[in-house]
């Protein structure tokens, strides 16, 4: 080893146009290019002396027709300087093509080591890495760019998103007296709002929350409105089951702003159009939530399971959970007689002329049992699992979404190395006169894109990664529902959809239950393959 050898250091600082973007200003000044390069300096063991320093301002890095770097390049060439370092690989250029001719041959043929602090570019060093880095530093360059644009750009959008819904409060909040962009409860109807959830997961349905409410005097939300603004109303309005269906979907009062459900919205008008939902815009955790997400997401299923059942008398403990094998549609469950009820494939029933499917008839009460008695047998399962907790942790969707990003992630990768290693390939390719000057350059523009778009996606995917880990608390903790399950001889609707998704009912009379929950037995397998 050289251990004596003295470095007469040039230290190259170019600042340019490209980057007078905010964010970079602070980044890229001179003078933290200067201190970047003093620091290292001063960690370093080996001999270094700073002969002079190169700077050059306002110049872009795609042309190395710079006064500085040519005033440097004469230096080197008269035997001046031995060492040139700079903050990092772009700050040398942005022509990764002329930027790596220097690197590789340029200094190397002039005996001069190159350094690119930030990069672990160290030619001195002779690694491998110093082949790749350079070309990684120059997108990491451009992604950096990129990023920083782009949260720039979503934190934006999301202040006005929230503004945007701002200036209507939904019945249940008002608007912050300090913060007229924020919501607040509004506790004088926060109850009733609270109330309507109860009912309704105690399973009546919207038309008679609505009467109960009326039959009341409770002010309709409209007249509720109107009266705070000192409007007085003759009558405080008639509920109707529409507005109690409209809020019982409405996630504003599980915290989270919720915009575009109407068309129109305007307080005058009472008539507004609704939006579905797929075209709703939701930010999650912007306000104090009136109702628990627990609650609520019972009450959307067990909502959308009894609104086939408007007209029947009797509650089946199954309906709404029955689907055919053959054709997808839903299973009807219809008395009989007193105590003997008939399951039958609904698009049968109706299209049965035109032979679409088959009857699917089954005695309901044994279909009943033998459900239950399996869903027993799988909680059952499910607790006695040696390491129940911590399969609960892993058995989110959550974890299911972050593994398959993950794996995106890891393909990503391989693809990127499988580019580099191409890259180098070619580079050889051009050193062994296998290829042209031109053909390499051609070759290597398109592999460098490639690697290019590899890594945005890249970026793209660890920023979903990240998002996943911070913001999806897992919340889906199984334990008590199980139990609770186990314990009654005969489990509630509700509880049945917590467990279960639906059940599926073949010609030939088979079921099959597809579990919310998840079979223990798969989730070991699907961690130990972690
Ligand atoms: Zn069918």
Known sequence: MEQDKIYNVG????????????????????????????????????NFKIYDEYVDDGVSGTTFDRPSFNRMIRDIESGKINCVITKD???????????????????????????????????????VSNDIAPFKAVFNDQYAKDTSKKVRRSLRSKKEEGKFLGWKAVYGYKLDENDRYKLVIDEEVAPIVRRIFKMA???????????????????????????????????????????????????TYIGNLC????????????????????????????????????????????????????????????????????????????????????????YYQKHSKFKVCTPHTMNYQKLEKEVLREIREMCKKYVDSTNFENLLK?????????????????????????????KNKIYFDKIDEVITLEEYKDFNNQIINDILSNQLKLKELETQLEIIENKMKPNND???????FLRLR?????????????????????????????????????????
């Open 201 to 251: 997961y105690d399973g009546m349905s919207c038309k008679v929350i609505a009467d109960t409410l009326s039959k009341e005097g409770i002010p309709i939300p409209s007249v509720y409105a109107n009266l705070n603004r000192g409007v007085k109303s003759s009558s405080y309005g008639l509920w109707c089951s529409r507005t109690i269906d409209e809020m019982l979907c409405n996630p």
């Open 394 to 422: 892993n058995a989110s969707k959550r974890n299911k979404v972050k593994e398959k990003i993950k794996g995106e992630i890891n393909s990503c990768n391989l693809e990127i190395e499988k580019l580099n290693k191409r």
């Open 89 to 127: 690989y772009s700050r040398l250029g942005r022509d990764y093509i002329k930027a790596g001719e220097y690197m590789e041959k340029y200094f190397p043929q002039h005996n001069v080591r190159y350094i690119a602090i930030l990069d672990d570019i160290d030619t001195y060093l002779d690694s």
């Open 478 to 484: 199984y334990t008590s529902i199980v139990k609770e």
């Open 490 to 530: 005969k489990p509630s609707k509700n509880l049945i959809a917590c467990i279960i998704d639906s059940i599926m009912i073949t010609q030939n009379k088979e079921i099959t239950i597809n579990y919310k929950i998840k079979d223990p037995n798969l989730l070991i397998n699907e961690l130990s393959t972690d």
């Open 11 to 46: 230290s190259y600082i170019r600042l340019s146009r490209e980057d007078e973007d905010k964010n970079k200003i602070e980044s890229e000044s001179i003078s933290n290019q200067r201190n970047i390069i003093l620091d290292y300096i001063n960690k370093q063991k080996e």
């Open 259 to 346: 915009q575009g459900r109407r068309k129109t919205i305007n307080y005058k008008i009472k008539k507004e159009i609704r939006t579905p939902k797929s075209s709703w815009i939701v930010i999650e955790n912007t306000h104090e939530p009136i109702i628990d997400k627990e609650m609520f997401d019972i009450v959307q299923q067990v909502y959308k399971k009894n609104k086939h059942q408007q007209n029947n008398s009797t509650n089946y403990l199954l309906r709404g959970f029955l689907y055919c094998s053959e054709c997808g549609h839903s299973i009807s469950i219809s008395k009989r007689t007193e105590d003997r009820a008939y399951t039958g494939c609904t």
